[in-house]
């Protein structure tokens, strides 16, 4: 019984000892570090305030101011105009086409022709009764000039005549002709006796057409 009352029996706590306990030191201060400075930040522009439009009215309409009443017009008749009759101006007419030449005929061309180898014939004499022998060559343009002059030289005078209407034939191409007439030939020499003699025959011409006039291409005389 008695290790069981010992058992119970509560365990006396030990004395606190005389040393006092160390005193607690401070905690070292820390180090703070300075706030970053802030970045100002502009404050936003205040809005301005929507004013309300004025609401717009109607002008006022001004009422219709009365006319006042027309003077009467005293109306006269007007006098009557007298008409003026202004002339019609005719149409300007043209004039008709002028009327081309109508071809010539076949005799119209033959007689031209003949009218200009007679127009040649005409040269050719006078050119001998001048005893010319540079107009003989402007209508006969193959003549022997040093042989005509000659003979031209040994005569005083010298005539020649067509004692008939020469015949002319035209070539068929109309291009080239013959002339065929009586002649008598009165000359005189440059000297001796210088008496006339005169001397009858034939002469025959063939001329051939240049441009608008007809030359001399061969003379044949036959005279007795």
Not at 43 to 53: L, R, T
Not at 84 to 98: D, K, L, M, W, Y
Request: proline share 19%; net charge neutral; aromatic share 4%.
């Amino acid at each position: 019984q008695q290790s069981a009352t010992e058992a119970i029996e509560p365990r006396t706590k030990p004395e606190p000892s005389e040393t006092p306990p160390p005193e607690p030191r401070p905690a070292p201060p820390r180090e703070v570090e300075p706030p970053a400075p802030r970045e100002r930040v502009a404050a936003p522009a205040p809005k301005p305030k929507e004013v309300p439009e004025p609401e717009k009215r109607a002008a006022p309409v001004p009422s219709p101011v009365p006319e006042p009443p027309a003077a009467p017009v005293e109306t006269r008749p007007a006098p009557a105009e007298r008409a003026i009759e202004v002339p019609e101006e005719s149409p300007a007419r043209t004039p008709p086409p002028a009327p081309q030449p109508a071809a010539p005929s076949p005799a119209e061309i033959r007689a031209r022709e003949v009218e200009r180898i007679r127009d040649a014939l005409a040269a050719f004499k006078a050119a001998y009764d001048g005893r010319d022998a540079s107009a003989l060559a402007r209508v006969w343009p193959s003549a022997p000039l040093q042989q005509l002059q000659w003979q031209f030289d040994q005569l005083a005078a010298q005539r020649l005549d067509y004692t008939s209407p020469p015949d002319v034939t035209l070539g068929p191409d109309g291009r080239t002709a013959t002339a065929r007439c009586s002649v008598e030939i009165a000359s005189t020499p440059a000297v001796g006796r210088r008496k006339t003699s005169t001397r009858r025959g034939s002469l025959e011409l063939a001329l051939q057409k240049s441009v608008e006039s007809w030359a001399i291409t061969r003379v044949d005389w036959a005279i007795r």
